[in-house]
């Protein structure tokens, strides 16, 4: 297409309707004069005006150049475009309509063309002008110099939030500490030196063997999985009181058995017996940790006597009595019978495995108190350690003396001797004189496999022993019974779990868990009454396993998450060690017991998805946190390697809503297109002097952030000091982000306040979006009646709060005195009281934003904190307008198509209103819903609007120009030398020339605000085109001036404008 550039191209058409339109013919059929200049550099474009003053005709020049490769023309700051041909049909009541809204301006229409891939079989593909060549400055530029701005709040103002600090008193004062003997060693050696090693033990060699060995070594890392293993760890603590008593008891009864003073019989007495020590425990553990820790020293004391009584007894030469009962002393063939196993009838390694694991769940003991330590990290695995290297000599030294001088079965009848003559079954009680050969056949009452007090007949002093059983078992069950409520304690402060936060209450200057006592007490009871310590142990030694099983794996995942803060001080630490140490804890699990295992890990996940669907608002510092950091970091690394692709493109938002809490609408509405698909980044400006900006931002970081995260609201807090908000923006906007997950769109609330602004402020609040355009970032602009910001209304709120405390605490204190010299202070307060109106509760409302009645009305503005909940509420039947005027790459679009994805707005229609003519509209409406059929959007109707650029009524346009008025240099009624001064003195105000210039593109902010009063006045949302302003060319209020207008009297608005690059694609 060739283009003629003499002055007569333009020809005015009389129209038949004044009232709608106003249009210029274009003659298609020119000749190019340009073409045969011999100068062939780029053409350049100057700005002109619609209409001339003389001949009321549009005007273009060129600067010499190959015309030939434009198609389109300049005009105020856009360009006119014309079809290829000329087509007589382009007609309506004798006017064409050529320069019809979208084929006059350089801003191009949305069309097909240009999603096309390059080299698409079904068409070209085409480029829309970019982002740069809409937004640059022309050669002949509306000079506007810039000023300086010293502070600017963010958005349309937003004021600094005060910080107070609180000195709190050291919570430990007057505590009771341990260090690692007391709190660690001695408990740990009590736990593992329980009733298995005065009663089972020697069961279990005589099932297992001397050789069946058993071995685990873990370190407490804290609860890495807490949540899930916490109440199973503590449950198997309170059952493990109940084994220990069970132990307990059972000794008791076998005493009263052997003096003919049963009270029931067996079991019941062990009942009854068990019930009384567990109450008596209770008292000793509600006493205090202090009672407690002296309790097991002493305890300790008769332990290490007992056992020491045993090895000695070992050494004693046996009697007759004694010898029937299985006892010979040390004998090479008594030891070298028990070395293998010999497993009664429904026993196996594991079955007795079950059993003796409880034995080795002391381990934990002192960890479990690690509270009440004085340095945990030096005790716990000092004296941990110690002691299980103690206690397994212990247990070895035990299992090889008795071993080595118990046989497996013997009748206890001293006539059972072998006479000259009798045949002799080879075992090694026949080779020392005695015949147990019946018990092959009948079950006999002693020996290893038969009797549980075989450490009692084997020592030196056969009542050490039984007060050595007692010390153990009730060690160990006094232990466990402090432990027990102690986990529970601190896995119900982490309020991990709502419905157990009554078990977090603590007493005394301890902090002592006496529900938590009171808890375990009541568990501990209902396995008592089992009374049988065959069937207790197993249950405990699956819950435990499964513990066990998590904590290897946590050193596992901690060292896997190759977190700096983890640093095992165990020398020969290896992690695959820990791995292997919680597969086996799992398999052993499922060998013992199948299906109790099934069930402990069902309950086990239960817990775990329930806490993390609940997400309590707890910090570990865990492994896992560190695992997701490094999952992260090696992800994001992994995106940089992968080119963007359309298909995967989302909106990625940088937002200006100073404190997160100041803006809640504008964020919300952000929130809503961004959630599970992009990034949000609430962004805050601090502007001032550096120091105090510095320190202030510093301390409400984590403040603002979690303030996001208790609103559920998927999106991090940034915040910049800066010299001025613009430079704290353009920051922001160059630095936000990391590798691909970096903002590509920037959401800012509209500067309602603009017309009452200094200046500076408006040339901050305009250059953001010019910054914006420089970065190719996309640009938002929302508004809505009330504006967005709240912070005189959270402002007042805190007044009232702090009222309300001095409120309940006058009240606390006229409680408090009662006696006649109080009832002075009294009336004083009640003064104080009244003067502060405070003489009932203020009633809270249950919303988004917390409001609270004001004491006088018109404290704060309620209308003002409706709109800013109005995007939490679920939005009705209604419609999302789409006025996509302008091609920005689909941006536009994309938006609002998100919008109707979520709840709240799904219930809301798409309505697609563009620009075309007047007489071609049902072409370009198919051709549109040709494109978004493609695009795969579903709509519920499109408008081809054809009298855009028609003028504005009057009514309007005397609206606009008295509201610029007070703005307007008025340099063309002024002398030269006056009107130069006056442009020095004042920049920012908008000449003559500048309104003569872009006088069409007003009518057209003006004429959209008709159409958008007319067609969209009842929409939910209007999602509009943002115009864009030239750089250098449009002055800031005039551009503030059209923003205004355009979206004066409306719904919430949006105004979108993307980067030109495509974000929406047809192609899968």
């Not at 769940?361 to 290297?389: C, F, K, V, W």
């Not at 005394?508 to 009541?522: Q, S, V």
């Not at 605000?1009 to 007319?1014: G, K, P």
Request: glycine share 8%; proline share 4%.
């Amino acid at each position: 297409m060739s283009m003629n550039n003499s002055s007569s191209v333009f020809l005015d058409a009389a129209p038949n309707h004044p009232n709608r339109f106003q249009v210029n013919v274009i003659n298609e059929s020119h000749e190019s004069s340009a073409a045969a200049d011999s100068n062939h550099d780029p053409p350049h474009y100057e700005e002109t005006s619609f209409v001339d003053d003389t001949h009321n005709r549009l005007r273009i020049s060129f600067r010499p150049g190959n015309q030939e490769l434009y198609d389109n023309f300049l005009q105020n700051g856009e360009s006119t475009k014309t079809d290829a041909s000329f087509h007589v049909y382009d007609s309506h009541t004798n006017t064409y309509y050529l320069q019809t809204f979208g084929h006059n301006t350089m801003d191009a229409v949305p069309k097909i063309d240009y999603y096309r891939n390059t080299g698409s079989i079904s068409g070209a593909k085409m480029n829309r002008p970019t982002l740069y060549e809409i937004h640059e400055q022309l050669a002949k530029n509306v000079a506007v110099t810039p000023g300086s701005v010293d502070r600017v709040a963010n958005g349309d103002g937003m004021p600094g939030e005060e910080q107070s600090e609180n000195k709190e008193e050291d919570p430990n004062a007057g505590t009771v500490k341990f260090g690692w003997v007391k709190g660690v060693l001695v408990r740990c050696m009590l736990n593992i030196w329980g009733v298995m090693l005065f009663i089972r033990l020697s069961w279990i060699v005589g099932e297992a063997g001397i050789g069946g060995a058993y071995y685990l070594i873990s370190r407490s890392l804290g609860p890495e999985f807490g949540g899930s293993i916490g109440l199973i760890f503590a449950f198997a603590n309170a059952v493990a009181v109940a084994m220990y008593v069970v132990g307990f008891a059972e000794t008791v009864v076998d005493l009263l058995a052997e003096s003919n003073s049963m009270m029931v019989d067996k079991t019941n007495d062990i009942r009854i017996i068990g019930s009384i020590t567990v109450v008596i425990l209770l008292g000793i553990s509600v006493a205090g940790m202090e009672w407690e820790a002296k309790a097991q020293v002493i305890l300790l004391v008769i332990l290490l006597i007992a056992i020491a009584n045993f090895f000695i007894g070992t050494v004693i030469p046996s009697n007759h009595e004694k010898r029937s009962r299985g006892f010979f002393n040390y004998q090479a063939s008594i030891f070298a019978e028990n070395f293998g196993p010999s497993f009664t009838e429904g026993e196996g390694f594991f079955s007795v495995f079950a059993i003796f694991f409880p034995a080795a769940t002391g381990i934990l003991a002192g960890a479990n108190i690690s509270g009440d330590l004085e340095d945990p990290q030096d005790a716990i695995p000092r004296g941990t350690m110690l002691a299980i290297l103690i206690t397994t000599i212990a247990y070895i030294g035990v299992a090889i003396c008795v071993g080595a001088c118990v046989v497996r079965d013997a009748t206890g009848n001293v006539n059972d001797t072998i006479i000259s003559g009798m045949n002799c079954n080879g075992s090694a009680a026949c080779g020392l004189g005695y015949d147990f050969s019946r018990c092959l056949n009948q079950k006999c009452s002693y020996g290893l496999m038969n009797n549980f007090q075989v450490m009692s007949m084997v020592s030196g002093f056969g009542p050490l022993i039984t007060a050595g059983i007692f010390s153990a078992t009730l060690s160990s069950a006094l232990a466990s019974l402090v432990s027990a409520p102690k986990v529970f304690q601190a896995l119900c402060k982490d309020n991990i779990y709502k419905a157990l936060q009554f078990f977090a209450k603590g007493y005394g200057k301890n902090n002592e868990p006496l529900r938590g006592y009171i808890l375990t007490f009541i568990i501990a009871m209902a396995f008592i009454l089992i009374a049988e310590l065959n069937t207790i142990a197993p249950i405990i030694s699956n819950f435990f396993l499964a513990s066990y099983a998590l904590i290897n794996f946590s050193c596992f995942h901690a060292s896997y998450a190759k977190s700096p803060g983890w640093r095992p001080a165990y020398g020969i630490y290896n992690m695959w060690v820990s791995l292997f140490g919680a597969i086996l804890c799992c398999a052993v699990m499922f060998v013992i017991n199948w299906w109790a295992a099934v069930i402990t890990y069902v309950i086990e996940f239960f817990l775990y998805v329930y806490v993390t669907y609940k997400k309590p608002d707890v910090n570990w510092g865990s492994s896992t946190q560190a695992l997701s950091y490094v999952s992260a970091l090696d992800n994001a690394l992994e995106l940089t390697t992968v080119e963007d692709h359309v298909k995967n493109f989302r909106p990625q938002c940088i937002v200006l809503t100073g404190g997160p809490m100041t803006r809640p609408a504008l964020l919300d509405i952000t929130h809503a297109f961004t959630k599970n698909s992009g990034l949000c980044i609430c962004c805050e400006v601090y502007v001032g002097p550096r120091k105090e900006c510095v320190k202030e931002m510093n301390s409400s970081m984590a403040k603002k952030q979690a303030w996001l995260l208790k609103n559920k609201i998927k999106a991090f807090y940034a915040a910049v000091a800066a010299d001025s908000f613009r430079d704290g923006v353009r920051s922001l906007l160059q630095a936000s982000g990391l590798g691909r997950m970096k903002p590509n769109t920037m959401v800012i609330g509209f500067k309602k306040n603009w017309r009452k602004a200094p200046p500076a402020e408006i040339e901050n609040y305009v250059g953001i979006i010019h910054d914006a355009f420089d970065f190719e970032i996309g640009v938002v602009i929302v508004r809505i009646s009330q504006g967005f910001d709240i912070s005189q209304v959270l402002q007042v709120q805190d007044e009232l709060e702090k009222l309300e405390q001095e409120r309940l605490a006058l009240e606390a204190t006229i409680k408090d005195n009662e006696s006649e010299e109080g009832s002075k202070g009294i009336r004083g307060l009640f003064k104080k009281a009244g003067k502060l109106n405070i003489t009932k509760q203020i009633p809270k409302k249950d919303s988004g934003v917390n409001t609270i009645q004001s004491m006088h009305v018109g404290e704060f503005n309620q209308r003002l904190v409706e709109a800013s909940t109005q995007f939490k509420k679920k939005q009705g039947k209604g419609t999302i307008d789409i006025w996509w005027l302008f091609d920005d790459g689909g941006l536009t679009l994309l938006i609002p198509y998100i919008l109707t994805l979520r709840k709240k707005w799904k219930d809301c229609k798409l309505r697609i209103y563009v620009g075309g003519k007047i007489n071609r509209i049902e072409e370009e409406k198919i051709a549109m819903a040709s494109l978004l059929s493609k695009f795969r959007i579903k709509f519920a109707d499109i408008h081809i609007i054809g009298d855009i650029n028609i003028k504005p009524n009057k009514e309007s346009w005397k609206f606009f120009e008295e509201m610029i008025e007070p703005y307007r240099l008025h340099e063309s009624c002024k002398d030269l030398t006056t009107a130069e001064k006056l442009k020095r003195e004042t920049p920012w105000k908008i000449t003559d020339s500048e309104l003569e210039a872009f006088k069409e593109k007003s009518y057209r902010q003006v004429r959209l605000n008709e159409l958008l009063q007319e067609h969209s006045r009842a929409a939910n949302l209007i999602v509009l085109s943002l115009p864009v302003a030239r750089k250098a060319t449009v002055s800031d209020i005039l551009y503030m001036a059209w923003l205004e207008i355009l979206t004066k009297n409306l719904p919430p608005v949006l105004l979108v404008r993307g980067n030109h690059k495509n974000v929406l694609t047809f192609y899968s």
